[in-house]
């Protein structure tokens, strides 16, 4: 059966010919590239082990990914014996209603930053459901209030200068905010403080999860991460089943390539989280809900993701490790940013998007405005052949499966 693709492709040409002549994006993506290129080429110089590395890894992804449903009833087991409680989350809908289940309505709840929150749209179906939402992550908190989406997988609000920062932060705050970077860290810092001591719910995606442990491995440099998933009295962590790998040791190889290939050397923060606060210091009884939080949920999502493993040309998309560094190659990308996208961005983003966030709709044009160059190849360190599984969208677009 093919599709009418008529209607998705115009809206998408539209948008894509504005972005690429939008002097901002290209302001702001020619220093992003720049700054990339030279940070990512001096950091694997400094750490020379991480090429190898990102082989083990590469290795150790495609063994999790064919060992997927083992992997997550062991990871679900673990978090349970740790007192959190595990849920499976077959599609878009129960993920969303599960998560709505434990929240309520009503409710604060400050957020970290989460690709798969974007392909949920967990944050708008939250604010429907009657609750007080923050992106607490900077960038994700300038696009909420621009009420625009994320351009970048790392860098969500890459498209947008320092001056139109200070533009929508005078409008929010209701004083003059400079377009002075500084100060436009200042003046959210001082905002969000109160929110996450006074939200009943911190929610947080993951990097990678260690199923023998339940171990969450979370990224983050600003520190958004360990205060809403620090301070407020319920933790939620949602996380695609592709991020399990079997232990703790390999969690943190699979952290580290991640880090080094998004351009750190090693982050600002790696939170460790397993499960609700606890303390044993009185008669060594052990007692759960000390500082942190006294609950701790985890929602692993499937949502397309087991059907993306089954599929033989398709399945090594679930190796990606979202560092961001294809982006930063991809030549449609640097003109056009996450316009070349639809919730998931670039060539990655096309069989993403095919697969878990918009089907081959919303897939099939971006398939056709991916060059097939390979660059994005020779950059990612687990190898995808983007282009050889654009290729098969392409054909099943036209022809069907
Ligand atoms: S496809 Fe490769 S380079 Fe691109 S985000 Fe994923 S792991 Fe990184």
Redesign the pocket.
């Known amino acids: 059966m093919t599709i009418d693709l008529r209607k998705d492709f115009v809206d998408y040409a539209k948008s894509l010919d504005k972005a690429s002549e939008d002097p901002n994006i290209k302001k702001a993506l020619t220093r992003a590239v720049s700054s990339y290129r030279s940070t990512v080429a001096e950091t694997l110089e400094r750490f020379p082990h991480t090429a190898e590395l990102a082989e083990e890894v590469r290795e150790l992804k495609s063994q999790s990914i064919a060992n997927l449903d083992k992997l997550l009833e062991q990871a679900m087991a673990s978090v349970e014996r740790n007192k959190g409680k595990a849920f499976y989350a077959k599609d878009h809908e129960s993920a969303l209603e599960i998560a709505l289940g434990i929240i309520g309505t009503n409710k604060t709840v400050v957020k970290g930053k989460s690709m798969l929150g974007e392909e949920l749209l967990l944050r708008e179906y939250l604010e429907e459901h009657g609750n007080e939402v923050w992106e607490t992550d900077l960038g994700e908190f300038i696009l909420q209030l621009r009420k625009d989406r994320p351009m970048h997988?790392?860098s969500p609000s890459i498209h947008v200068p320092r001056e139109q920062v200070a533009e929508v932060f005078s409008k929010f705050f209701g004083k003059e905010v400079p377009p002075d970077i500084a100060e436009e860290v200042k003046v959210v810092r001082e905002f969000m403080r109160e929110k996450y001591f006074t939200a009943e719910i911190g929610i947080s995606g993951a990097n990678v999860v260690a199923a023998d442990t339940g171990a969450m491995v979370i990224i983050e440099n600003e520190g958004n991460v360990r205060l809403s998933t620090g301070a407020p009295p319920v933790h939620i962590v949602i996380v695609g089943i592709e991020k399990i790998v079997p232990t703790f040791q390999e969690a943190m190889k699979v952290a580290e390539v991640?880090w080094r290939?998004?351009q750190y050397g090693i982050p600002g923060y790696v939170n460790i989280i397993s499960g609700p606060s606890k303390t044993g210091d009185i008669e060594k009884v052990t007692t759960y809900g000390a500082h942190g939080p006294k609950e701790f949920y985890v929602i692993f999502v499937d949502n397309g993701r087991s059907e993306m493993a089954k599929q033989e040309t398709f399945s090594e998309?679930l190796?990606?490790?979202?560092?961001?560094?294809?982006?930063y190659?991809c030549p449609v990308f640097q003109v056009t940013a996450g316009h070349f996208g639809h919730i998931y961005m670039?060539?990655?983003g096309t069989i993403w998007t095919a697969f878990v966030a918009g089907g081959m709709e919303k897939a099939a044009p971006m398939a056709y405005s991916c060059l097939r160059c390979g660059r994005?190849?020779e950059?990612?360190?687990?190898?995808?052949n983007?282009p050889a599984m654009v290729g098969e969208l392409r054909k099943r677009s036209i022809y069907g499966e």
């Open positions: 997988i790392v991640t290939y998004a998309a190796h990606c490790l979202r560092c961001g560094g294809c982006m190659e670039g060539g990655i994005c190849v950059r990612c360190p687990m190898s995808i983007v």
